[in-house]
């Protein structure tokens, strides 16, 4: 059984960093089969893709985001992480980890609330 | 960028009802569609990938269709559980982009 699990601050200053990692269990990250995503869903409002990031740490992300998006792996630990930078209040939302099969996201995690504010 | 659009936004159906949501997408995608059911406070569950092949433990009651740029998911007969939100997903490029969502509430 597939499962991610979201961890982070859930609050952040605005101009900061945010910070996220998603720990795999019953998979192993490394491989690249699989791409490992990033989804983020503001409250009340849809879901907007943010990016991806395989084993052998390609990249993929949002042109909308692209200049603040950072996302590596560890395979040691079967991570991977987000980094967005210079946050605003636009950036707070539900953060969703998942990975990709092929196009679509058969696992996700349970998601995080993250909120910008000082 | 390719824009998914989903109709309509919302709709009140009864237990029983049969529902069809619509999904455009702004270019063709080759049949890399996929449909998502999200309830409150959770996280969405995939339904339908392939545009049409149903994931392991939907119900036979939930069915896609479609090709080149128009897609459909259709519930046959509503039951009590299916009133949520759902969304469509293309997988064909990069940016990967959702339908802005289709609440179906309670009649």
């Known amino acids: 059984q597939v499962q991610l699990h979201e961890s982070g601050p859930g609050l952040v200053r605005p101009s900061q960093t945010l910070s996220l990692t998603c720990t795999v269990s019953?998979?192993?990250?490394?491989?690249?089969?699989?791409?490992w995503n990033w989804i983020r869903q503001p409250a009340g409002k849809g879901l907007e893709w943010i990016g991806r990031v395989q084993s052998s740490g390609r990249t993929n992300s949002n042109p909308s985001l692209k200049s603040r998006v950072t996302m590596t792996v560890d395979t040691s630990k079967n991570q991977f992480s987000l980094k967005l930078s210079s946050v605003t209040a636009a950036d707070t939302a539900v953060y969703y980890c998942?990975?990709?099969?092929?196009?679509?996201?058969?696992?996700w995690g349970q998601g995080t609330l993250v909120t910008v504010s000082s | 960028d390719i824009q998914m659009t989903q109709s309509p936004s919302s709709l009140s159906a009864s237990v029983g009802d049969r529902v069809t949501i619509t999904c455009r997408a702004s270019?063709?995608?080759?049949?890399?569609l996929s449909w998502y059911q999200q309830k409150p406070g959770k996280a969405p569950k995939l339904l339908i990938s392939?545009?049409?092949v149903l994931q392991s433990g939907v119900p036979s009651r939930f069915s896609g269709s479609g090709s080149g740029a128009d897609f459909t998911l259709t519930v046959s007969s509503l039951h009590p559980e299916d009133f949520a939100t759902y969304y469509c997903q293309q997988g064909y490029i990069t940016p990967r982009t959702f339908g802005q969502g289709t609440i179906v509430e309670i009649k």
């Open positions: 019953g998979d192993s990250i490394n491989t690249d089969i699989y791409f």
């Open positions: 270019q063709s995608i080759s049949g890399y």
């Open positions: 998942a990975r990709e099969d092929y196009g679509d996201y058969p696992y």
């Open positions: 392939a545009t049409s």
